[in-house]
T-cell receptor
């Protein structure tokens, strides 16, 4: 089974609007971390936001927030007030926390976001 | 602070040649990861090291690929002999294992083209 599933290959959003990028995960480990990365057309992978499995509140970083629904195993990224520079590929990732599982990250297939002026 | 450093940034070579990619992780990080990204296969984990020791190399495509980490501040990924299907962007990433908020930080990548 896929550890991380991103079901939206491509998304469009009007400039200044909010957009939600979906991510579901699969793990039986009670301790895990969830991450979002941005990859613009220039190619670099930029870390955006982190959510720990024990965190009580949703993570926020500026215009980025993570809508964490533990029971549904979802970790959606919300970008508020979209800007043209937000056009990029976005990857969701997970790290499981127990010593037996190693510390590799599992990445989704990505969602391509296009912001329309 | 310097991030993850990779060299070269671009490499064009001919089939059959040896290619060596280099990575310097963030100072103080104790885990290092090598990834390959292509349009067809997405982002693939090739191998990762903890405290300079290879932990999982199940993603290494075949014997033509090898990776080493002789010390905490340097790693290499070698392809010998290279083939056109090895053309991809190769990323190195590092993290601080043992930190509950362990986050991977990526280098800028090496764009490899094998003719």
């Amino acid at each position: 089974a896929q550890k991380i599933t991103q079901t939206q290959p491509g998304m469009f959003v009007q400039e200044k609007e909010a957009v939600t990028l979906d991510c579901t995960y699969d793990t039986s480990d009670p301790s895990y971390g969830l991450f979002w990365y941005k990859q613009p057309s220039s190619g670099e992978m930029i870390f955006l936001i982190y959510q720990g499995s024990y965190d009580q509140q949703n993570a926020t970083e500026g215009r980025y927030s993570l809508n964490f629904q533990k029971a549904r195993k979802s970790a959606n990224l919300v970008i508020s007030a979209s800007q043209l520079g937000d056009s990029a590929m976005y990857f969701c990732a997970m790290r499981e926390g127990s010593a037996d599982t190693g510390n590799q990250f599992y990445f989704g297939t990505g969602t391509s976001l296009t912001v329309i002026p | 602070d310097a991030g993850v450093i990779q060299s070269p940034r671009h490499e064009v070579t001919e089939m059959g040649q040896e290619v060596t990619l280099r990575c310097k992780p963030i100072s103080g990080h104790n885990s290092l990861f090598w990834y390959r990204q292509t349009m067809m296969r997405g982002l693939e984990l090739l191998i990762y090291f903890n405290n300079n020791v290879p932990i999982d190399d199940s993603g290494m495509p075949e014997d033509r690929f090898s990776a080493k980490m002789p010390n905490a501040s340097f790693s290499t990924l070698k392809i010998q002999p290279s083939e056109p299907r090895d053309s991809a962007v190769y990323f190195c990433a590092s993290s601080l294992r043992g930190n509950f908020y362990e986050t991977q930080y990526f280098g800028p990548g090496t764009r490899l083209l094998v003719l």
